[in-house]
């Protein structure tokens, strides 16, 4: 059996010119996770694979930082999050979109629940990419991470929500409309792991963090 840790991206920066960057607290997140990792006798990988963008290779050194390991990291962009941005645009073309779509948290994220689930349904125009297109992506990534351990090893991903929600629908076998459900619910820096066997894939748990603790929780705990 092979362990597969897939770690959400720490907190980027919402409402700023540019998202794909953690803020100050997603950099003590990310380290603050390698250290409670650790503590729980994860101490290396057989591989480190990230998504492409800035968010994960941040998040994956943090981690990795906290661990006190050095990681080099594989980079498959299978793993990149979808474009929630030119989604939410795709869909909204034509017609007003809400107020502050993309800068007020409440409405964005109750627009982009409505506007994934329609883009499952294939009623947005032109999307930057279709949902099966991410779909067979995202299986891609996973599909190569389950090739880079040995038998009894452990890789450890740094992804985004969407695409981990992805991962644990298909291993569950559940509706796509519970993707977004998903992902609505983790948390930043938050850890699932699966169990490969070489014919299946198991959830194992999902949005863990060991990294926060009763006393940290109102600083640590964040969703975007």
Known sequence: MTEIIVIRHAQASFGAANYDVLSPLGHRQ??????????????????????????????????????GVAADPQVHEGLNEFDFRALLDARYRHTLPPENMHTDRKSHFRTL??????????????????????????????????AQAKRGGRVIIVSSGGAISQMIRAALDAPAAQQIELQLQMRNCAVTRFIATSRRLFLHSYNETPHITAETTA???TYS
């Open 113 to 146: 629940r409505e506007t994934v689930l329609a883009w499952q349904r294939g009623e947005v125009v032109d999307p930057p990419e279709t949902w099966e297109a991410f779909e067979a992506r995202v299986q891609a990534a996973l599909d190569h991470a389950r």
């Open 30 to 67: 990310s380290e603050a996770l390698g250290l409670a990792l650790r503590a729980q006798g994860v101490t290396g990988a057989d591989a480190w694979i990230m998504g492409a963008q800035r968010r994960h290779r941040e998040t994956l050194e943090g981690v990795a930082k906290g661990m």
């Open 219 to 221: 600083e640590m705990l």
